[in-house]
């Protein structure tokens, strides 16, 4: 079992910047493809950006491209979203997501991943 814990959301202004973590526990995380994906109230959750086990390909959402960068560190086994230029439409609750593979398939459905965490609030002020 992976269990997943989202940090560093909080209240930023239009044009701001945050970053994210999310800190796997129970296993290391070197061979999960992990995900971000974000849900504002009343709309489904969304996919916003993934890394492949090697960090070597990361996808974005459109929505999210040349403003969010997905990164991760095995040593410290979590994985970070960088999100700068924030626009309100970018509020919601961030989820981390993780999926066993070694492949470089980019997973951008909620099916692709067995666990996820618990999220972390994003709120933009404009």
Same mark, same amino acid.
């Given at each position: 079992q992976?269990q997943l814990?989202e ?12 970053r994210?973590?999310c800190a796997?526990?129970g ?5 999960y ?11 489904e !959750?969304?996919f916003v &950006?993934?890394?492949?086990?090697s /960090?070597?390909? +990361?996808?974005y959402?459109?929505s ?11 040593a ?25 593979s070694?492949?470089?398939?980019? !997973?951008?459905?909620l &099916?692709?991943y067995?666990?996820? /965490?618990?999220? +972390?609030?994003v709120?933009?002020?404009s």
């Open positions: 992976v814990v940090s560093g959301g909080g209240l930023v202004q239009e044009g701001g910047s945050l994210l973590s796997a526990s296993r290391t995380i070197r061979n493809a992990m995900g971000w994906f974000r849900q504002a109230p009343g709309k !959750r969304d &950006a993934t890394i492949n086990w /960090g070597t390909r +990361t996808y959402a459109d999210v491209k040349g403003r969010f960068t997905i990164s991760r560190d095995g410290k086994n979590t994985v970070y979203l960088q999100m700068n230029s924030l626009k309100p439409e970018d509020a919601a609750v961030y989820y981390c997501a993780a999926k066993y070694m492949d470089s398939i980019n !997973r951008v459905t &099916a692709a067995d666990y996820w /965490g618990q999220g +972390t609030q709120t933009v002020s």
